[in-house]
């Protein structure tokens, strides 16, 4: 498949303005930056002496960051806590001109902090402050009235489930029909717990781990890969089933057995943290803009390249995109790079 840089700089002038919902588990990220210069006296850990400290979004909320990065409008639905972070997340989130009309608070549960201590571009440890527990009934009536009120002109809807108890089997099911009788495309970024869950999606993007575990069948080879990637299509009942497989690339599975393998383009792997959601968001977003999904998928492969050559929760940008079609990838403190072998640009 031939992709010129043209085409792929013409679906990302067409993004401007379009409306995206996001749903899912909403979060804050904190980042702890320091030094180590010594083994702690009282365990043998390091001690990391703090510099600085950031904050940026997480979650279904980094989703919708990448969305906004690209000049889409997104409207994130999920929850928050009544919690002093709950003040800095709608801050960040506002900042980054993300609608957050459907973050409803629920006061038995705090706000969704991961925090990560790194010391020479290295982590050292990560700290979770989450609950897991479903939704109250209550919250989920919020949630779905929303997404019935504020549906008209959204072009696609991405479900973010990181498994921390937002995307549920009534909000699944009630969501799904709910969004498939407008016709609008639905993009999944999986959890393995509610996998036989996602049922009727336009598309699901499982890294190969989570693809092999919902099938329960090892990914090894190329006919493995086929026996998962199209047998959870028919299980799912899914348009397609786009699965992630790190070092090697993408596989997309389409009707009539098409299946499309797409190379890795990064050549410097600094942090994969929200790659997945590099991907969701680009691949929902060019789709929209007129791409077939095997184009979309091309570029989301591109973009998820670009993020992991940085290091933290990055995100993608139309001018990181633009900057890599004309000069390369370029990984942190290194010169460009070409893009990865078959690629064709």
């Known amino acids: 498949m031939k992709l010129s840089k043209n085409e792929i700089k013409k679906y990302l002038s067409r993004l401007d303005g379009n409306r995206v919902m996001v749903l899912g588990d909403v979060m804050l990220d904190c980042y702890l930056w320091g030094k180590v210069s010594r083994i702690s006296p009282e365990a ?27 000049g889409v409008r997104p409207i994130v639905v999920g ?7 709950s003040i800095n997340l709608m801050r960040i989130m506002k900042k980054t ?44 009536d919020k949630i779905i009235n929303f997404i019935k009120r504020n ?35 639905i993009g999944v970024d999986p959890k393995e717990t509610n996998f036989m869950n996602y049922r009727r999606v336009s598309v699901i993007t499982p890294n190969h781990h989570e693809a092999g575990f919902a099938f329960r069948k090892n990914i090894s080879d190329e006919e493995s890969l086929r026996q998962v990637g199209f047998g959870l299509m028919d299980l799912l009942e899914a348009r397609s089933v786009l699965i992630t497989r790190g070092e090697k690339g993408m596989s997309l599975f389409e009707p009539e057995d098409k299946v499309t393998h797409i190379p890795t383009v990064a050549q410097q792997v600094y942090d994969v943290t929200g790659a997945g959601d590099t991907v969701i968001a680009t691949l929902s977003a060019i789709h929209t803009a007129g791409a077939s999904l095997k184009e979309a998928a091309y570029i989301a492969n591109l973009a998820a390249g670009i993020v992991v050559g940085e290091i933290g929760t990055s995100t993608i940008t139309t001018d ?26």
């Not at 001690?47 to 989703?63: C, D, F, S």
């Not at 440890?125 to 109250?136: A, H, I």
């Open 44 to 70: 043998p850990v390091p001690v990391v002496n703090i510099e600085k400290q950031t904050y940026t979004l997480g979650g279904a909320a980094n989703v919708a960051k990448n969305l906004a990065g690209l």
């Open 79 to 85: 929850v928050k806590g009544s919690d002093d972070n």
């Open 97 to 140: 001109g993300i609608d957050a009309r459907g973050v409803f608070p629920d006061p038995d549960r705090p706000t969704i902090v991961k925090t990560r201590v790194v010391a020479h571009n290295q982590q050292v440890v990560r700290t979770d402050l989450e609950s897991k527990f479903e939704l109250p009934e209550g919250i989920q």
């Open 151 to 185: 549906l008209r002109n959204v072009k696609a809807l991405i479900i973010s489930d990181y498994g921390k108890g937002v995307v549920n089997y009534r909000l699944l099911n009630e969501v799904i029909d709910l969004v498939n009788k407008k016709g609008i495309f």
């Open 320 to 345: 990181k995109m633009l900057d890599a079609l004309e000069n390369g990838i370029k990984p942190r403190g290194g010169s460009s790079t070409v893009f990865g072998s078959g690629m064709e640009w």
